[in-house]
């Protein structure tokens, strides 16, 4: 019986001691999780490795969010400077179907002002400008 009781008494102490340790190691984990995720570029990838979405800040400050299909071309796009802001929404064909720019000034680079374009699959265009 001496047996059996020290054989008890060494499986609670080992119970103790796992809850112990268990409490601690999420506890860390927890307080291990950053509250700001910092860098350059971020991408997020499916189960297959396959980026299907990143931001970035591009070379010419401009950040970048890029949201792309399964077979990795670019379905929406959406971007924001000093210059202004747009947002690109590419369809089937990945040919851009709307296409919104907030800009009061034009620039060297950039020839247009605020527009929203539209453009259907015949490749008729609608621009609404203000």
């Known amino acids: 019986m001496t047996g059996q009781r020290v054989a008890i008494v060494l499986t609670m ?3 103790v001691l796992l809850a112990f ?3 601690r190691g999420l506890k860390a984990e927890t307080q291990g999780t950053p509250a700001v995720l910092r860098g350059h570029k971020t991408e997020l990838v499916d189960a297959k490795g396959l980026v299907r979405g990143s931001l970035e800040v591009a070379g010419d400050s401009e950040a970048v969010l890029r949201l792309r299909d399964s077979s990795g071309a ?3 796009k959406i971007g924001g400077s000093t210059e202004g802001s747009g ?3 590419y ?3 990945t040919e851009p179907g709307v296409q919104v ?3 009061r000034r034009t620039t060297a680079a950039r020839q247009t002002t605020t527009r929203v374009k539209l453009q259907g699959a015949d490749g008729r265009e609608r621009v609404i400008t203000p």
């Open 21 to 23: 340790g268990a409490g």
């Open 91 to 93: 369809d089937d064909s």
């Open 87 to 89: 947002l690109v929404l």
């Open 74 to 76: 670019i379905r929406v």
């Open 13 to 15: 102490i080992n119970l």
């Open 101 to 103: 720019v907030a800009r």
